[in-house]
């Protein structure tokens, strides 16, 4: 009730300053999780009169290129590397403001129960984009699968790839396809909002599972020269409440991991 008060106080104080016209936002989503969570924020904030529009993708570019160009206010999908290799990549003065949730990303397979049962040669598929493409092979270096340059960091490609035991055989797609490239492949690396809406459990469907300690946490990003806009103070006080914590945690059973502390 407190945080609900608090919030409703912060959009009274917004429209006596600044009138009704700036009550409003547009955040850009994609679609699974993100948009899920995203809706339970639209509808605490309509109790107290704010207007919250969710646009769905989906994909990971054009979240970001609508956000550039003033289509959106902000956009809530993507985690911090991904956000700064993108910015950096197109020249684009976007930021981040707060932080939302970790999605861990996970191996799957349709036609193993097991790494012990990998074949030489495998196929395996992993998402194209540089940041999670880097994500992917840290992960299967994890799993020993692979050896990595030990200077390859966060946005090691496959020609970082210095030892390769399984022989394996590496296709990059968009990460979006990355669940229905299942039947063709003996392994997919998928990120978590991709396979809960393929219907995926990574905590109870994977063959190994991301650390609790990943430095993937996802963010709201806004433009850099209206990073202080009210509004945003607002979003992220209704995203950061008690009622998102409890709607993440009972809906994702611990395959989504809120990455905020309670105002």
Known sequence: MKQVFVIGAMILLLLAGQGAA???????V????HEEIMEVV????AEQGFTLRVVTFVDFVTPNIALADGELDANSYQHIPFLEQFAKDRSLDLEWIAPTV???????????????????GAMVSIPNDPTNGGRALLLLEAAGLLTLRSDAGLAATVFD???????????????????RSLPDVDLAVINTNYAIEAGMNPVEDSL?????????????AVRSDQRDDPRYEMLVAAYHSQVVLDFIEQRFQGSVVAAFDLK
Not at 22 to 28: C, E, I, K, N, P
Not at 42 to 45: C, D, G, T, Y
Not at 102 to 120: C, D, I, K
Not at 208 to 220: F, K, M, N, R, T
């Open 30 to 33: 994609t679609a699974g999780p």
């Open 161 to 179: 790839i210095t030892d390769n035991p399984y022989q394996l055989r590496i296709t990059e797609m968009d990460a979006a396809n990355l669940p």
């Open 102 to 120: 970790v999605f861990p990303m996970a191996v799957y397979s349709q036609r193993l129960e097991s790494l012990s049962g990998l074949p030489s």
């Open 42 to 45: 639209q509808e605490l904030l």
């Open 22 to 28: 700036a009550y409003d936002l547009s955040v850009g």
């Open 208 to 220: 190994v599972l991301e650390g609790a300690d990943s430095p993937y946490i996802c963010v709201i």
